[in-house]
């Protein structure tokens, strides 16, 4: 549970401005994880959320990817192995399929690492489409995730 509510939490910092850990914990409960202010902080704490200034003067909770790529690339397998089902591919275009619910949280995981190669990405519920600059380029990026996903 801890590893999809961490997968939620990066989905949602990366889509919405998030400034404090109270709106945070609203999103987290109308997303269905019920936690406490506690649980939000030691999330905030454990994915080494900093707080960015955003255009607009305000805040924001997001990640500390460029200083920090190592332990997003960690984040990224653990959260990728716990959500896919199979991935294949057809010319530049791989599709993944997730347990439901998933994808999101797998896409976002997988959109903060910026794979070489990779032009674009779209999420559903459970299924991933990623467009890739080439087919070779598909087909090295397939053998990489086939090697990450739960044995």
């Not at 989905?11 to 850990?21: A, G, V």
């Not at 506690?38 to 999330?43: E, G, I, K, L, Q």
Request: glycine residues 6%.
């Amino acid at each position: 549970m801890k590893s999809k509510r961490h997968a939620k939490i990066l989905e949602l910092i990366s889509k919405y401005p998030i400034e404090t850990q109270e709106e945070l914990l609203g999103m987290l409960n109308q997303e269905g994880f019920s936690v406490t202010q506690a649980t939000v902080s030691r999330d905030i704490k454990e994915l080494r959320l900093i707080k960015t200034q955003a255009p607009d003067g305000g805040y924001r909770y997001t990640t500390n990817a460029k200083n920090d790529m190592v332990d997003m690339s960690f984040k990224f397998h653990a959260i990728f192995a716990e959500s896919v089902n199979s991935i294949d591919y057809a010319g530049n275009t791989i599709v993944i399929k997730c347990y439901h619910g998933m994808a999101n949280a797998a896409c976002a995981a997988l959109d903060s690492i910026e794979w070489k190669g990779v032009v674009g990405t779209l999420a559903g519920d459970d299924t991933i489409f990623i467009l890739m600059r080439d087919e070779a380029s598909a087909t090295e990026f397939v053998s990489q995730l086939k090697k990450l996903m739960k044995k």
